[in-house]
């Protein structure tokens, strides 16, 4: 197989895996503000025990716009950079996800089950770009293994 395509195959799975991640956790906040005593909670400005501030809700966007900027950095990013962006923001985003659910009130059913999806999400994503092979070292091992076939 071509290592442009193999690359460009990676950048495609690691934006695809960002935009699932980013699905779930948008339906996830849907869903809580379907739930009654949660949506009770926010129109009171405190979640859980958590004062939600101006402060609080900036820092809530700016944690978002790792994984938004994901989808399109995992697409234009070389190989390089690509790889290590995603495994730092894909580490960060699965340890803040894991970490919500011990912080506040109890976790409900639905949050439980959207967190393991986004946690397994986001883990996989580091678990690929970690496994994630350089293109060039395949190349030239290619190389290698051709020029000793030939002498």
């Known amino acids: 197989m071509n290592i442009d395509k193999n ?8 934006s695809t895996l ?3 991640a980013l699905l779930n956790y948008l339906y996830c906040d849907v869903v809580g503000l379907m739930d009654p005593e949660l949506l009770q909670q926010y129109l009171t400005g405190n979640v859980g025990g ?3 501030t101006q402060g609080f809700l900036l ?4 944690l978002m716009e790792i994984p938004i900027s994901m989808v ?3 697409r234009i990013l070389k190989y390089g950079a690509n790889r290590w962006a995603n495994i730092i923001a ?3 985003m699965t340890m803040v996800q894991s ?8 976790p409900t059913s639905y949050y439980i089950f959207f967190s393991v999806i986004e946690i397994t999400c986001t883990a996989l994503i580091v678990v690929l770009a970690w496994k994630w092979a350089n293109p060039e070292s395949s190349l030239n091992s290619k190389n290698l293994i051709r020029q000793e076939k030939l002498t």
């Open 90 to 92: 894909g580490g960060i």
């Open 72 to 74: 399109f950095l995992s």
């Open 59 to 62: 820092s809530a966007a700016i």
């Open 99 to 106: 970490s919500t659910l011990f912080f506040g009130s109890a």
């Open 50 to 52: 958590i004062h939600i």
């Open 18 to 20: 960002w935009i699932f």
């Open 7 to 14: 690359t460009e195959d990676m950048k495609a799975k690691l």
